[in-house]
């Protein structure tokens, strides 16, 4: 049975969706790896250095720490805002689907009912 279009579209939106999100993700797996290795060679020049306490270290990659939190939450932010536009289309196909299945299934009984009163009439065989 051929899907309607508009659930077709719906899929192929999820899709789309789908492979943003992968692609927001690995930016961002890419861009943390760059950020923890960067907060690494602060953390070697920090420690090489004369002098240099835990404290100065415990700081640096505090900060960079929350630039990165920071960073992951707009991330996550936006892809759960289109995440849940989706679900709210999703939902509103679902829902029309079901009233063509009802529709659908009505029409079909009237049809047969009606047949079955032509075919009483025209030979007057009793169903």
């Given at each position: ?50 002098g240099a306490g835990d404290h100065d270290l415990l ?69």
């Amino acid at each position: 049975m051929a899907e309607p279009r508009n659930e077709t579209k719906a899929k192929e939106d999820i899709k789309l969706a789908a492979a943003s999100a992968i692609d927001v993700i690995t930016k961002a797996a890419s861009d943390a790896g760059r950020v923890i290795s960067d907060a690494a060679a602060v953390a070697l020049n920090v420690l090489s250095a004369k002098g240099a306490g835990d404290h100065d270290l415990l700081i640096e990659l505090k900060t960079r720490m929350e630039g990165l939190k920071g960073d992951i939450k707009a991330i996550s932010d936006g892809t759960g805002a289109r995440i849940a536009e989706h679900e709210v289309r999703l939902c509103a196909l679902e829902a029309a689907k079901g009233r063509q299945t009802v529709f659908v299934t009505v029409g079909i009984v009237l049809v047969a009912i009606l047949m079955s009163m032509v075919i009483y009439h025209l030979f007057q065989i009793k169903i």
